[in-house]
């Protein structure tokens, strides 16, 4: 199980009451995971246990009793004597809210794409109860968003194939930065970044560079850490047969695996 951010060990215990239910977790541990723990699942995007809590993607608000607005509960420390409310109707609100504003700069592609039935968007727009989405696409690479001004086109960036293990996608990103941040925390390699603002930000790797001609490693943990289909393995029908093969060890550290490069 997933439980949206990492494991906290503390001395000092703390109590808590989410929906009703009394939870008593280590001092630091997220409302997300304290959450979880007690059998409650907070709908998330940008949160995963292997990463560091980020509250990007406001899927996860909640409701807490004595606190103004709704606080993102991956980065809400629990504390003693809270009280959490995960499910009442102005949260359903919003939650369905923000997932029509993902899904309507997303394309509509599901049944062909790579991550259908494996895709956390997907699941998560079931999740919420989205059924509709007032913005329009338009079935090939770009959405229009209607704004004040009239109707703005978005056009998005074309995939990236650079790399010979994986495929980049933006059309499919949802900018919750999982990947930038495995590639820090988790390889610390620091290839990727997001740039710019708004319907303008973007994943980028090494300063805009094709994959390929990156720092990236192709370690792989910005794939494993992608909610959508953004970052895809490819498969060998598209990388091809390799033409040659050896049996190499692995520097990176000192366990000394070895493996199969083509
Ligand atoms: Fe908490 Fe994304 S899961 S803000």
Redesign the pocket.
Known sequence: IDR?TPAVKSDKQVTLEIDGRSIRVPEGTSV?RAASQAGINIP????SDMLD?F??????LVEIEGRKGYP????TPATEGMKVSTQTSKLAEIRRGVMELYISDHPLDCLTCPANGHCELQDMAGVVGLREVRYGYDGENHVFAKTKEGEINLHFAPKDESNPYFTFDPSKCIVCSRCVRACDEVQGTFALTIQGRGFDSKVSASQDNRFLDSECVSCGACVQACPTATLSEKSLIERGQAEHSMITTCAYCGVGCSFRAE
Not at 44 to 47: E, P, V, Y
Not at 72 to 75: G, W
């Open positions: 949206g997300m998330k995007l940008c949160a809590a509250g990007s993607c406001r899927l996860c993102a509960s991956c980065t």
